[in-house]
């Protein structure tokens, strides 16, 4: 099986001086969410995406002038990607299905959370399932929710969870896709098996959860 790390290294390319600043900007998101992957957080240092951009340590400093911006920025990358491939009503649609016993849209849609790893990886997620890691950093992360992840944690609101229940229960979906989109990254697991394996581990947590929440409900209303 090819290791998808000296792939993702490979691809990796120098910056063009004919790029404009946006393209710049995006080549530097996609060389600090290599490093935070495949070298982890720690190795995220201006320095070293300057190596491996092949350019000066000023010029990312002119992107990102503190560590905290290169945490922003790729998790900004990663959930916007994942906003052009579905729309809010398509996944919530896969969710009804998949709790209804159709898991045919849920597995289509894992598929396109799939392509968005392959292009990109896994940093986002990584950076998600991480404790908060500065003032900074836990700023952006209710930023984050709010702008991105009210589209996740709404349909487990709209199926009855109150706002804990549905905040536990998208963070421990995430954790468990972050787990096996990096076995698959790491050649671990092959695609098709990574993906029938998160659907499986994504769809005995939701069903465990949803019934515990509707049982909740009912006993309330019972009352």
Not at 34 to 61: M, N, Q, S, T
Not at 145 to 158: A, G, I
Request: aromatic residues 10%.
């Amino acid at each position: 099986m090819a290791n998808p790390a000296h792939q993702s290294s490979s691809s990796l390319q120098t910056l063009s001086q004919r790029a404009s600043r946006e393209e710049r900007r995006e080549q530097l998101i996609k060389v600090a969410a290599h490093i935070v992957e495949f070298e982890g957080i720690d190795a995220l240092k201006h320095a070293r995406i300057a190596e491996l951009a092949g350019c000066g340590r000023p010029l990312v400093y002119s992107y990102f002038p503190k560590k905290s911006d290169l945490y922003f920025a790729i998790s900004e990358s990663f959930y916007r990607r994942l906003e052009e491939r579905f729309t809010c009503e398509e996944q919530y649609q896969a969710i009804r299905d998949f709790l209804a016993g159709d898991s045919n849209r849920s597995t289509q849609l894992e598929s396109l959370i799939w392509d968005v790893i392959d292009e990109y990886g896994c940093a986002g997620l990584i950076l998600r399932t991480v404790p908060e890691l500065n003032e900074d950093f836990q700023a952006y992360h209710q930023e984050l929710v709010s702008r991105y992840e009210f589209r996740w944690q709404r349909y487990f609101l709209e199926l009855g969870a109150d706002e804990l229940a549905a905040r536990l229960l998208l963070d421990n979906c995430t954790a468990i896709t972050k787990n096996f989109a990096l076995a698959y990254r790491r050649g671990e697991l092959d695609r098709v098996t990574s993906l029938k394996r998160t659907l499986a581990a994504l769809g005995a947590l939701v069903q465990n959860d949803m019934q515990f929440i509707q049982k909740s409900l009912s006993k309330k209303s019972a009352l």
